[in-house]
């Protein structure tokens, strides 16, 4: 080794352990030194819900509304109900006619327009998972109903679908899982107002391989309150949000959910906007030493609420999938028949037709297999399998699907003219994202 | 209401076809696939059974009944076509060569009980009926058959001439369903099936192919000289109706892909099975909850394969409960066909790579499994003439735009 990269070796390894912080262990300075890199990453993030509500807490509710299970005749049936074939048909057709129109500048914007917001109470999203008794607009349990509406919400745009949704998954939460007490404190705000409160389900964090059985973000117990700390990703609405439903380790417990309203102490938003979904103005949440009332926990800390709630959030992106992948189908098939090159069709070659072919074939397999986890949920069974599987088929063939919507299009798909582009940014949200809506 | 749950109701009979899948065609499988062209005996008083159960319950566990039933107008139902397709999945966990090897339950019995009237449905009651479609120079192509049938109105007979190859079952059978144009002319409309009895002295055994795999079930070459046919023995119309195209003919492939594909679903599960086993006494198991990423390389593979199995099975069942409800299904049945084709192919040959020598020796019957596996891909159409058939539906195109 010669003399010069001996010593490009020795400065690297200075520098690295400059760096490192060999040097500000042996100072003993390794806490103010953390505090500077602490308040880099803290850079941005601002109070959040300053200009929100406060909910006013109720006490001495009595016992929380549940919603039974479908009974169903047992066969196996492809066939939506009556009520559900109509809200898909009014879903797709406000899809169609208010979201896919706004698509485009809400995704430059990664911001969801407030009138479409607004619209979204219209539509009554967030009644859906909601027990009549409680002010919503449901006698059963609705998994498959709140499938079939994020899939015909994502048909029209996946970001939009994920901004108006996100506030019906937390009350669907609570419908699921609150207390009486967190009933009466929070569903109004969902059910009773012109537009929704904003909210959503806070549950990843940004690291590579996140599991959201291994959180970071910790609750530890003072006395009767519970106190947050930790960093939370990809949440819609962030910067607006009212309620955050956050998911955290309990120490000496496992993962948990709490109802974290935004106004509390230490809550920091900071908007981060990421490759697709945009339209949902995602968000990264940042919580120091947020205390939270005994009240705050859901579903009395039950691990099995926390599982469950990760399932259905699963479930929630795939039904999103199969939306915007049958746009992606409806959207090509168009093209690849009026597109002509070398004299006929592109529609007319192999390679092209045997695309959409399989495009229509993974699309249907996705769609199935989301179905069946959703209706194994209203019929209380167990689907954690069913979930997986239905997660990794629109993971992998979602993405697929995107990325072949473009190829069709060639390098007309990879201009901002045709949507395809955007659906290949809002289908790898599938498979990436934990949480942020429910079903 | 939606709900993709096996119903109550065929519980019994998928129980009792897992039952002969595990304890009649489990224990012969290796034997006759080492003794190939060798007849299975066992299966004679299995399929008196099931002869039975089908007189009995009109929804069998083999291969038979595909025939339309008109929607009683009392909502949704879950018919013959489900059942049949459960059955066949379970028979296919156990041995796919074997099930092609059951007495009576032929693709000449599903296109008879699908196509015939009611006086050939009764005169070929009981009967093993094979299928003899293709052809040395018309594969996939099967308007392209060269096979003649000429009409003689001295005697009222079809005379066929013509060369046939890949007979499943076709030494074994009593009847064969031969395909053959009256006006090679014409095309498609001209293409028609007749019954053939086994015993026809113009329907001559040419050979028996050795094969990758199903080798438990024979493949037969036949040629077709001066066969003469009583012309009781057409199926469907003798007309030549150039407006129904290859319709009557290709009809019977909408009941039947379903079912080829259930026999792929079947034993993609199998393969599925062994491996998680093999893989549970390695060490490794797949938490389903926990992101796939996050665990080893094998359980993210293992769920991989599980999620297209699911696709493959739902897509499956959802062609058999079309035909069930009376909806159009031959996109449904092509989609099935292709995914269920190409899964069964994927995970098998996935699965013994999983098993390492476990998988690829002939001890257990995962390697056996993969070889069987790549027919489910080609016979009933090939994965490309389920693609085209998608294509042409979606796309909106005729046989001469998309070719």
């Known amino acids: 080794m010669s003399m010069a990269e001996r010593s490009m070796g020795l400065s690297l390894r200075a520098l690295g352990r400059l760096a490192g912080s060999d040097v500000v262990d042996r100072l003993g300075v390794r806490k103010p030194a953390e505090r500077i890199l602490y308040r880099a990453t803290r850079d941005g993030f601002k109070a959040a819900g300053a200009a929100g509500r406060t909910f006013k807490a109720v006490n001495g509710n009595g016992k929380p509304k549940r919603l039974p299970s479908a009974a169903g005749t047992g066969l196996f049936d492809l066939t939506p109900t009556e009520e559900q074939q109509m809200l898909q048909e009014s879903f797709k057709a406000f899809g169609q006619e208010q979201l896919r129109p706004a698509a485009l500048s809400a995704d430059t914007d990664a911001q969801a327009p407030a009138e479409l917001l607004a619209a979204g109470g219209e539509l009554g999203l967030t009644m859906l998972g909601v027990p009549d008794e409680l002010g919503g607009a449901v006698s059963e349990r609705s998994s498959v109903t709140a499938v079939l509406a994020a899939e015909a919400l994502a048909q029209g745009d996946m970001g939009l679908a994920v901004a108006l949704l996100a506030p019906a998954g937390v009350a669907s939460a609570l419908a699921l899982w609150g207390d009486g007490d967190q009933q009466a404190t929070y569903l109004p705000a969902f059910v009773e107002e012109e537009t929704p409160s904003p909210a959503a389900l806070a549950l990843q964090e940004p690291r590579a391989l996140f599991d959201p059985f291994a959180l970071q973000t910790t609750a530890r117990r003072e006395r009767d309150d519970f106190v947050l700390d930790g960093v939370k990703s990809l949440v819609p609405l962030a910067e607006r949000a009212e309620l955050l439903l956050v998911a955290a380790r309990l120490e000496g417990h496992g993962p948990v959910l709490f109802l974290v309203e935004t106004k509390a102490r230490g809550v920091l938003v900071k908007a981060a906007p990421s490759m697709g979904v945009r339209a949902a103005a995602t968000g990264d949440v940042l919580l120091e030493g947020v205390r939270l009332p005994a009240r705050a926990l859901l579903g009395d800390g039950d691990p099995t609420v926390y599982a469950a709630a990760v399932r259905r959030a699963r479930l929630a992106w795939c039904a999103l999938a199969c939306g915007t992948a049958r746009a992606v189908l409806d959207y090509v098939i168009p093209h690849v028949n009026e597109r002509v090159a070398f004299g006929e069709p592109i529609a007319n070659r192999q390679s092209v037709a045997f695309t959409v072919s399989d495009i229509a074939v993974e699309l249907e397999g996705m769609r199935l297999a989301t179905l069946r986890a959703a209706a194994r949920l209203d019929a209380g069974k167990d689907a954690a399998r069913e979930v997986a599987i239905a997660r990794t088929l629109c993971s992998e063939k979602g993405a697929w699907i995107g990325s072949n919507g473009v190829q069709l299009l060639g390098g007309h798909g990879y201009v901002k003219e045709h949507p395809v582009e955007r659906w290949y940014r809002d289908l790898r949200a599938v498979g990436v994202a934990e949480g942020a809506l429910l079903v | ?403």
């Open chain 2, 1 to 403: 209401m939606i709900n993709l749950e096996i119903p109550k109701k065929f519980v019994p009979l998928v129980g009792q076809a897992h039952q002969v899948a595990e304890e009649v065609f489990r224990p012969i499988s290796r034997k006759y696939d080492q003794e190939e062209h060798a007849y299975p005996k066992e299966l004679d008083m299995l399929a008196a059974l099931i002869d039975g159960m089908n007189e009995g319950s009109g929804s069998g566990a083999g291969a038979a009944g595909v025939r339309r039933e008109k929607s009683d107008g009392d909502g949704v139902r879950n018919g013959s076509n489900m059942s049949t397709v459960l059955g066949i999945i379970e028979l296919c966990w156990g041995d796919v060569g074997l099930l092609l090897s059951m007495p009576r339950q032929g693709l000449g019995n599903s296109a008879i009980a699908s196509v015939a009237n009611d006086e050939q449905l009764e005169r070929f009651r009981g009967k093993w009926a094979a299928m003899a479609i293709t052809e040395p120079e018309a594969g996939s192509d099967s308007a392209a058959i060269r096979t003649t049938a000429v009409y003689d109105e001295a005697t009222g007979e079809y005379v066929l001439n013509g060369e046939k190859i890949y007979v499943t079952s076709g030494e074994r059978a009593d009847l064969v369903v031969v395909w053959a144009t009256l006006d090679r002319s014409v095309g498609r409309a001209a293409i028609k099936s007749f019954v053939v009895e086994r015993s026809n002295p113009g329907l001559k055994l040419d050979r028996l192919e050795h094969k990758l795999g199903i080798r438990a079930s024979d493949t037969a070459a036949f040629i077709l000289d001066d066969c003469r046919v009583p012309r009781e023995n057409l199926l469907g119309s003798p007309e030549i109706d150039t407006s129904r195209g290859f319709g009557g003919v290709m009809q019977t492939f909408d009941n039947t892909r379903p079912l080829v594909a259930g026999m792929a679903v079947g034993l993609t599960r199998a393969c599925l099975e062994l491996t998680e086993r093999l893989l549970r006494e390695a060490g490794v198991e797949v938490d389903y909850d926990r992101p796939a990423s996050t665990q080893s390389a094998a359980a993210a593979e293992y769920l991989a394969m599980e999620a297209d199995f699911e696709a493959a099975r739902l897509l499956t069942l959802e062609a058999a409960w079309m035909a069930d409800n009376s909806k159009p299904n031959s996109l449904q049945a092509s989609m099935a066909k292709a995914k269920a084709g190409r899964t069964c192919v994927d995970v098998a040959l996935r699965c013994v790579r999983l098993c390492g020598s476990l998988g690829f020796g002939q001890e257990l019957l995962l390697e056996k499994w993969a070889r069987d596996a790549k027919i489910l891909d080609l016979f009933e159409g090939t994965q490309q003439i389920q693609l085209l058939i998608i294509a042409r539906q979606l796309l909106g195109k005729t046989s001469a735009e998309l070719k």
